[in-house]
């Protein structure tokens, strides 16, 4: 599929995107190309988001990379600066990057909860950090933070995780009250979607129920387009919360 560079709506926008190198990311940062924008991913694997910016641009789209750990604030700094040196501004950030090792409380796995609150918490407000002095400054900008369901309803085995996503979704509300108009904000909450997440889950009986539910996964690009749909609504529009979920969901947290 060639880039669409006659898309009014999202040709020329730069688009700093975190988590770029599978899943929800990935699909995202294809679209947005397809659709003439400008991305730059970042990712702890260079070598696949290498492999994702040769693909982009030998469809015709314009990408760079960066390796990011968002847990990282200097890193997240890092890519957003490559994005400005490179293309002259940053017009939205996709705040992706996430982690799911989910697992009960009373297995205390104290250094799994404290990854998930600096990549998941923490990873998003260095996005915010990095990003958001140069929007104010231009007053436009946009900052597209993924929760989750799970950041609506609380599962077994996912206290800490629901916790993040929670936390997600109150420093977005809290962002959006505070800029005044300046700068759209948009949460996106996926429901069960095909990713590498659930590999990161050591408790061996939470990962075996988490794989019998993810039959009814849906496709990283059905996120990937909710996030074009939020972008490319005029200046004064913003789609401020979506959820996307499998149609067969019968569950909150699916």
Request: charged residues 25%; neutral net charge; contains cysteine.
């Amino acid at each position: 599929m060639s880039v669409n560079a006659n898309d009014p709506r999202i040709a020329g926008k730069v688009v700093v995107i975190t988590g770029a190198s599978s899943g929800i990311g990935e699909a995202t940062a294809r679209l947005l190309a397809r659709h003439g924008a400008r991305v730059v991913v970042g990712a702890r694997r260079t070598d696949r988001l290498e492999a994702l910016v040769a693909a982009i641009r030998a469809e015709g789209g314009e990408a760079r990379y960066r390796a990011t750990d968002v847990a990282k604030r200097n890193e997240v700094e890092a890519l957003v600066d490559l994005a400005r040196s490179a293309y002259g501004r940053v017009d939205v950030i996709v705040n992706n990057a996430g982690v799911m090792p989910l697992s009960p409380l009373e297995r205390l796995r104290v250094d799994e909860w404290d990854r998930m609150i600096d990549v998941n918490i923490k990873g998003v407000l260095y996005g915010i950090a990095a990003g958001l002095p140069h929007m104010k400054e231009r007053r436009a900008g946009h900052i597209v933070n993924v929760a989750s369901t799970g950041g609506h309803s609380v599962v077994q085995t996912g206290a800490v995780y629901c916790a993040t996503k929670f936390a997600v979704r109150a420093i977005s509300e809290g962002l959006r009250l505070e800029s005044n108009g300046d700068i759209r904000v948009t949460v996106i909450s996926p429901g069960i979607t095909e990713s590498e997440l659930a590999e990161g889950i050591a408790d061996e009986r939470t990962r075996e129920s988490i794989g019998a539910a993810r039959v009814i996964a849906i496709s990283p690009d059905a996120i990937a387009r909710a996030i074009l749909f939020a972008i490319e609504q005029p200046a004064d529009v913003d789609v401020s919360e979506m959820i996307v979920r499998p149609t067969a969901s019968t569950a909150p947290w699916a």
